[in-house]
């Protein structure tokens, strides 16, 4: 299945993109796709699926729009 993901910040300058379509197993979780990714969850991150959070343990859906940035904040 297909998942749109968009990258934001830092893990978007690690990885080398700002937004990819990506083609992931179906039943994938959000584990599944920072291991396909190669994301390692240090920092703590704002994650969104269709523009409202989303838990570790909910499964992708094919379609599904994910956007992972770290949290950050200025002054």
Known sequence: M???????????????????????PGGTKLEGL????????????IITRNGKSIEPEDKLQSGDRIVIAHVYSGG
């Not at 297909?2 to 992931?24: S, T």
């Open 34 to 45: 920072f291991r396909l990714l190669k994301v390692e969850p240090v920092l703590p991150m």
């Open 2 to 24: 297909k998942v749109f993901v968009r990258l934001i910040g830092p893990v978007a300058i690690k990885l080398g993109f700002n937004e990819k379509e990506l083609e992931v």
